[in-house]
């Protein structure tokens, strides 16, 4: 990821020289002088609450009947994703809910250059198919404004899902908007009596830190209809330009799939005879990234209670999955995900477990990924940390402010955590 302080630099060369005019928002933003960041841990192993300006439940989209369910949008089954090009320091971005969740499709985030969450678009009113349920009863099992093929209300707006780790953001150096696009590669528990799948994908373009009323459009030209269960996941492949995915891995066949960022078309590849299948995960407990240090996916999920560490090879993913051996094993929480992120200035991963919330994991892959992974623990002293059920890439570093920014639930505290470097 380039250093957006060298970037800043440039901006404000080019402010001087040219002018604001064709530059966008979020890169004026970033030629602007650094906010204050006296809410970040000073020194690498502290953690620091955060003292936000306002809530995330008071966004509330109050769509018809479901006011008390915005919350839900992040507690049922749903992730969120971090976005570096928001402003300076960029942004965690919330969207879920679905299912019996809620119906509120809103995107919401916490933009970490003022402490303010702020809800980007609106949710889908009733008369197009967002809240029927709440006045027809739960009898009716055919909603005439909702379009199952694609899962989306009928303003054409994909509706609330259960985004498990499936959301991702596009860079805008590849394509994306110039504060980057939110991808939601497949969509998975659309509409309360629906319980909707699909493999058509949306994305939602941030243009500029001032935005307000922002809107999805479907982004893929195509959606695959096959093996769309619960529990998905997906990370941007940077080097191909890609979005990797896969989902319900406990039923998922030889294969893995993914979306081309330049023919919005989804794709798969099919593994080899001998291929290694992925681990036959629990239910909703699969989170991803993408190693470009390695070339390679790495997944965590559970199996059997235990947590399972794979990875595969992205120049050679025929040859499916592999499990290397870690130096010491990590505690699970039967079921559920163990988000986990990349510090490129380390080359590690930090990992969090619900299993023992007073302390983080590191983990450093060799080079040669097939190689055992060293494993450490870093008691947190003192503290202790919330953990989510489901958490998507809610858990994820902020290069800006070299730490973990994280929010377990609707209602919880934010904190920040400076890994060890």
Wanted: with cysteine; charged share 15%.
């Amino acid at each position: 990821m380039e250093n957006p302080f060298d970037r800043r630099q440039f901006l404000q060369f080019a402010l001087t020289q040219v002018g604001a005019v064709a530059l966008s928002a979020c890169d004026i933003a970033l030629a602007a002088p650094v906010p204050g960041t006296n809410w970040v841990p000073a020194s690498a192993g502290d953690i620091k609450a955060v003292v936000t300006a306002n809530t995330f439940l008071s966004q509330n989209g109050k769509l018809a009947g479901w006011e008390y369910a915005f919350g839900k949008i992040i507690d049922d089954y749903s992730g969120g994703v971090f976005n570096p090009y928001w402003g300076t320091l960029g942004a965690m971005v919330f969207h879920g809910g679905g299912h019996a969740a809620t119906f509120d499709n809103s995107v919401v985030v916490l933009d970490l250059n003022d402490l303010t969450f702020k809800r980007l678009s609106n949710p889908t009113p009733s008369a197009n198919g967002a809240n029927w349920i709440s006045t027809i009863g739960l009898a009716q099992k055919v909603d005439p404004a909702f379009n199952s093929s694609h899962c989306e209300y009928g303003d054409g707006q994909p509706g609330a899902g259960h985004t498990y780790d499936t959301l991702a953001i596009l860079p805008p150096a590849d394509g994306g908007a110039p504060c980057g696009s939110l991808i939601r590669v497949s969509s998975y528990a659309v509409h309360v009596n629906m319980s909707g799948c699909t493999g058509w994908a949306h994305r939602f373009d941030f243009q500029s830190t001032a935005m307000r009323n922002g809107k999805w459009v479907r982004w893929s030209v195509n959606g695959p209809t096959s093996y769309l269960f619960p529990g998905a996941c997906s990370a941007y492949d940077s080097l191909r330009r890609r979005f990797w995915w896969i989902a319900g891995l406990s039923s998922a066949p030889p294969k893995i799939r993914y979306l081309d960022v330049v023919t919005q078309r989804q794709l798969e590849i099919r593994f080899s005879s001998k291929a290694r299948l992925a681990p036959a995960a629990n239910p909703d407990s699969v989170t991803m990234r993408y190693d470009s240090e390695r070339d390679i996916l790495v997944m965590t999920c559970t199996v059997g209670g235990k947590l399972v560490l794979a990875f595969l090879r992205c120049a050679s993913p025929e040859m499916g999955w592999m499990v290397p051996p870690l130096s010491t094993s990590i505690p699970a929480r039967s079921g559920s995900s163990h988000p986990f992120d990349f510090v490129p200035e380390a080359d590690k991963f930090v990992l969090l477990t619900g299993a023992d919330n007073s302390a983080l994991y590191d983990i450093v892959p060799p080079q040669d990924p097939a190689s055992t992974w060293m494993v450490t623990r870093r008691p947190l002293v003192g503290v202790s940390i919330p953990t989510a059920h489901v958490a998507g890439k809610r858990w994820s570093y902020a290069p800006a402010v070299k730490s973990f920014v994280w929010m377990a639930r609707s209602s919880s505290a934010v904190i920040a955590y400076r890994p060890f470097v």
